[in-house]
């Protein structure tokens, strides 16, 4: 069954990446880096089927040369941080032959070239050895620049500032799913590719998790399964038992209404229509509030917790020692519990996405720091004159350095100030809900019900300690003997 697979990475110097090393690689050559003078030799890779050059129509035949098409990319570019190429990974159907699998990564290739103007280097690879035999894969290196007479000319329109990145990233696999769609019916084939996500399509399934190459380089070399594998595995056992779980209640539903249905006396009146229409609406809650239950019983029970002492976190602290407790005195509907539960859960997926990224943002300022700023200075220490004012500069500039480590190993730590923290709630709330708009206005609702709730809660708890303690004073004082007259 062809599957779909379309992942894009910039090579980027910033990263310590070039594009001579990224082509030679996967074309499994020996190209010299003339900007460098490295030398990177792949002539020993097996697994690369086929490797082409593809260009727009019209372009100059300089470009078809690889030493010196990816060299061009190069010397193109001035910036320490520039990305000199980007690849396009692409999965390619099992179903189709080599040769057909060749044509449709050259006819994808020539379509980017001729509407982008820029040169593209295609690397088809074979499936790994241990791995799955059905891995056809194409890496796809396209230039950042369009391609002139003499050179690499102006950006391309996609790599400019200000392009929305979403928009011609989601065109991009759009169109790899037309040809590959295309290229499967051609071929009488009747299996189909998607490029949206599972949500977008309005499949209720949940989505496999890709084991990486650090999972996949161990199950090869132990046979066994990966921790990866493993939690995924019992994630799936455990919505197979609430689906299981809601599919059984469910009919356990329609069987007592079907009872009810045949044990209620015929009347010849008619009944009002807004009188039927009650039982169908209430049966519709009942139904809704047993799934919701279901799915709240199915998420662990840490996660509900987190979940909840998140939801409640505004409140005073003696009204959050025991938050589950006053729920339950309170009472509280479970939609309302699921919504604030999935709420957290995409909440906490944003912080640690955003969090990510500021571990990254920093190593890049610390990198960018050291490797532009602090080891020029220190190249360029003078003989004689302006020693002082050179030394000075140094210390502070060393200062600043060890402060961007400092800072980059306390993010790495997970160490957060709390501005930080509060930042990365903030952020992680506005992303989540621009990603999911129904669910934020759900759990709006939701989060105030819970804190209501817990609030009649912690009363409730309180008049009941109330109470029992007026029961044990009055109790303590009937059991006390009374005096029957002055002690003598």
């Known amino acids: 069954m062809a599957i779909y697979h379309l992942s894009v990475k910039p090579v980027s110097r910033s990263a310590g990446r070039s594009a001579t090393g990224a082509a030679a690689y996967r074309a499994a050559e020996k190209l010299v880096d003339e900007r460098t003078g490295e030398i990177h030799d792949y002539r020993r890779k097996a697994g ?20 010196k098409l990816w060299n061009a990319a190069e010397l193109a570019e001035k910036r320490k941080d520039a990305c000199v190429a980007r690849e396009f990974e692409v999965a390619l159907p099992s179903e189709l032959s080599p040769a057909e699998r060749r044509r449709l990564a050259l006819d994808f290739a020539k379509d980017m070239a001729n509407r982008e103007g820029c040169a593209v280097d295609v690397a088809i690879h074979a499936p790994g050895r241990g ?40 065109a991009v696999r759009a169109r790899w799913a037309e040809l590959v769609n295309a290229r499967l ?24 998790v890709h084991l990486g190459p650090a999972a996949s380089g161990y199950e090869r070399r132990t046979g066994q399964a990966s921790e990866l594998r493993q939690r995924e595995a019992a994630a799936r056992l455990a919505q197979s038992r609430a689906v299981g779980e809601l599919e059984r209640e469910a009919q356990a539903a329609e069987r007592d209404q079907a009872q009810q249905r045949t044990e209620r006396p015929v009347s010849v009146t008619p009944a009002p229509v807004a009188t039927a229409a009650q039982p169908t609406e209430q049966a519709r809650w009942d139904a809704a509030e047993k799934a919701a239950r279901a799915k709240w019983q199915a998420i662990p029970q840490a996660e509900k917790a987190a979940a909840v002492a998140w939801a409640v976190r505004s409140l005073p602290e003696n009204q959050r020692r025991d ?46 720091h050291r490797i532009g700023v602090l080891n020029p200075h220190l190249e360029r220490e003078p003989r004689l004159f302006g020693k002082a004012e050179w030394q000075a500069k ?32 903030a952020e992680a709330e506005q992303r989540a809900t621009q990603k999911q708009p129904k669910l934020a206005e759900l759990a709006r609702v939701a989060l105030q019900k819970v804190v209501e709730a817990v609030q009649r809660g912690y009363a409730m708890l309180a008049e009941e300690l109330r109470a029992e303690r007026a029961r044990s004073v009055e109790k303590t004082l009937g059991q006390t003997p009374k005096r029957s007259g002055p002690s003598r």
């Open 131 to 170: 791995g799955d035999n059905r891995n056809h894969h194409a890496h796809i290196l396209r230039t950042t620049r369009k391609v002139g007479p003499d050179g690499l000319t102006g950006k391309l329109d996609t790599e400019k500032a200000g392009r929305n990145r979403a928009a011609d990233l989601e």
């Open 185 to 208: 019916l051609e071929h009488g084939h009747a299996t189909r590719v998607d490029h949206r996500s599972l949500e977008a399509q309005g499949i209720e399934r949940r989505p496999t």
């Open 323 to 368: 938050p589950i407790g006053a729920l339950n005195k309170a009472g509280v509907d479970w939609l309302t519990l699921l919504s604030v539960t999935q709420w957290h859960k995409a909440v906490q997926a944003e912080r640690t996405g955003w969090m990510a990224e500021q571990v990254e943002a920093a190593r890049k300022v610390a990198a960018d």
């Open 48 to 67: 690369v089927e086929s490797a082409d050059i593809v260009l727009p129509d019209g372009a100059p035949e300089w470009a078809t040369d690889r030493a």
């Open 394 to 425: 140094r210390d502070t500039l060393m200062r600043v350095d060890v402060e961007n480590v400092a800072r980059w190993d306390r993010l790495k730590a997970g160490h957060y100030q709390p501005d930080e923290l509060a930042k990365a709630d």
